[in-house]
Nanobody, 117 residues
Framework: VQLVEFGGGLVQAGGSLRLSCAAS????????MKWYRQAPGKERELVAG????????SYAESVKGRFTISRDKRKNTLYLQMNSLKPEDTAVYYC???????????WGQGTQVTVSS
């Protein structure tokens, strides 16, 4: 099982990044997918989530209107489009897969996002 995030980097405030999370080794379309982030010295927090069919999406208040989560079942990939980035968005971003009706969950290794002011 693998979840590999990429697309992070250094961007100026107001800029955009698109994170991707490539899934393999499990049936992607049967899992709820989420993005989390963890800033230095802070706890990991939920950023966004998307249901199995992609029909429902949820966001943390701090990113609503700026971030968009999506999934592509053909490519087994989860995305996070991040616009109007702020320095407080600086963190390591992780994707997570959650099995329905089970305690199965998988995490990626994370990708660093740094927003300069």
């Amino acid at each position: 099982v693998q979840l590999v995030e990429f697309g992070g980097g250094l961007v100026q405030a107001g800029g955009s990044l698109r994170l991707s999370c490539a899934a393999s080794g499990f049936t992607f379309r049967y899992y709820v997918m989420k993005w989390y982030r963890q800033a230095p010295g802070k706890e990991r927090e939920l950023v966004a989530g998307v249901t199995i069919d992609g029909g429902r999406k949820s966001y943390a208040e701090s990113v609503k209107g700026r971030f968009t989560i999506s999934r592509d079942k053909r490519k087994n990939t989860l995305y996070l489009q991040m616009n109007s980035l702020k320095p407080e968005d600086t963190a390591v971003y992780y994707c997570k897969a959650e099995g329905q009706g089970s305690n199965t969950e998988y995490w990626g290794q994370g990708t660093q996002v740094t927003v300069s002011s």
